[in-house]
Every structure is written in C-alpha cells, then in structure tokens.
C-alpha cells in the first residue's frame, strides 16, 4: 500500500472510531470521512461495506491497546503499569462498547477483530501476572475478573445518565480493591444456617 493511501486509511479509522464511539448507529460513513477528510469514495475503497470499517476500526482500538500493554510490560514498576493499563482501556472503553454493538449488529465480529481481541487479552494476563509477582495486585485475582470490572465501569460509562467525571473515582475505587493487602471477599452466609 503507498504511503498516501496507508495514512488516508489511518485517518478513517481514527475518525470512524470517534464518529461510532460518539454518534453510534447515527454515525455513518459521511460523518467519517468528513471528519477524516477525505471523500466518501475514499472510504468506500478501503472499506467496501460498513462492517468492514467497524472491523478495522475495532481491530485498530485492540491493536493500539496491545502495543500500550507490550510497552507498560517493560515498565520497572508492574504495578504501576497495570494500573495505567487498566485506566487507558476503561477510558477507551465506552466507544469500544459502542463499536462492538455496532459490529455484531452489523453480522458479528470479523476474524481480524477476534485475533485482535485475543492478542489484548494475552498482554493484559500478562501485566496482570507481572503486577501479581511484584506484589502489587491481589494473587487471587484472575484475567476474567479484570474483564468484567473493565466491562463494567465501560458499560457505566456509555451510559447517557452517568457524568464522565464519575469514572475516575469509581476506578480508584476497583483498583483499591485489586491491590496486594486488600480484604479478601467472604464468602456469603449460608441462609439455611440457624
């Protein structure tokens, strides 16, 4: 691919991820290639259909969140850099929250966004196992706890009720409870105990 047409592809996928990420099913590829400033023909030649914008567009969000995770691994303090881990992809997750919508509606996740997905959640295990052998993060926590916490505050956040400022505390909050030393959950009263 010439190095034109590699960054005009580059520049519609950064704007499809802001156009879907704020407008969602009311983003179309008008909104994406005015904002990446290119003709609708332009993206059309990249991406034939809608779906194929919303794979690439996911598959550049897990790519990007992979490369910051590789980078945060070799990072001298682990913890640190699982706790930036986990703030940039809460950040990031309300639009990707959005765009995964958007693709499953528009006929399921692509193969590349699967790979992708895949690819991130390897990194994150990793940081996670990093940040626990530094004993910085709880040992009894695994990756699929970090994922639904992620989703979570992610969904909160998407949602048109909650203010963005309230995500800050509510993550200080899930990474207080993922450090080394904080209380281990009790396991739930038996209701049939007398």
């Known amino acids: 691919m010439r190095s034109d047409a590699r960054a005009n592809r580059d520049?519609?996928?950064?704007?499809?991820?802001?156009?879907?990420?704020?407008?969602?099913?009311?983003?179309?590829?008008?909104?994406?290639?005015?904002?990446?400033g290119v003709g609708v023909a332009t993206v059309f030649r990249h991406f034939p259909t809608k779906r194929d914008l919303l794979g690439a567009t996911v598959v550049r969000h897990f790519e990007h969140l992979t490369s910051y995770a590789r980078a945060a691994g070799s990072e001298p303090e682990a913890g640190a850099a699982f706790r930036a881990l986990l703030s940039t992809m809460t950040e990031r997750g309300a639009g990707k929250i959005v765009m995964l919508g958007l693709l499953i509606d528009a006929g399921g996740f692509t193969e590349g966004a699967l790979r992708a997905s895949a690819a991130l959640r390897t990194e994150v295990d990793a940081s996670l196992r990093r940040a626990q052998g530094a004993g910085a993060i709880r040992t009894d926590v695994t990756v699929d706890d970090v994922y639904l916490l992620i989703r979570g505050l992610s969904l909160a956040a998407a949602h048109p009720s909650i203010e963005p400022s309230a995500t800050g505390p509510a993550l200080r909050v899930v990474l207080d409870g993922l450090a080394a030393g904080a209380a281990a959950p009790r396991p739930a009263p038996d209701a049939t105990a007398t």
Do not use: Q
Request: proline residues 0%.
């Open 11 to 36: 520049r519609i996928l950064a704007a499809a991820e802001e156009v879907f990420g704020e407008l969602g099913a009311t983003g179309s590829t008008e909104d994406v290639a005015r904002r990446a």
